[in-house]
């Protein structure tokens, strides 16, 4: 989501969004997806899959908490967002217009989070019919 700074008006991404690694993430998730898949045939797979899982949703749950934080260029804690009535008033204020990117950056990454959603709830459902298959 972009962002503007309260504190030195920058108006982009937080800095957290780099720390994020997308492609460790995207390799966990695959990996999950894989064994949650391998599993449903061969049960005796659950455990490993279970725990890659779990080792995926922890690190997106972490990389979530990390995202809410700081400015990229004064590294305050004081970004909101730009679509916010604070950020319009303090964009106006200062004349600030927030780049045309935005809206565009803004599609993409909804239609990333979903198709990402989708992934970790097939995850999920493969995972839990696993878990279920191996203990009833
Ligand atoms: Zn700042």
Known sequence: M???????????????????????????????????????????????????????????????????????????GSMIPVQSDKAQQIMNEHGLIPPDYITVKNEQTILGIALRTIFIVLTLILVLYMLFDHFS
Do not use: M
């Open 2 to 76: 972009i962002k503007l700074c309260t504190q030195c008006l920058y108006i982009g991404h937080e800095e957290s969004s780099i720390y994020r690694d997308s492609t460790t993430d995207s390799v966990l998730w695959g990996t999950a997806f894989f064994f949650s898949v391998a599993g449903a045939f061969e049960t005796f797979l659950w455990f490993p899959a279970t725990i890659i899982f779990f080792v995926a949703l922890l690190y997106s749950i972490g990389g979530y908490t990390f995202k809410a934080c700081v400015c990229s260029k004064c590294h305050s």
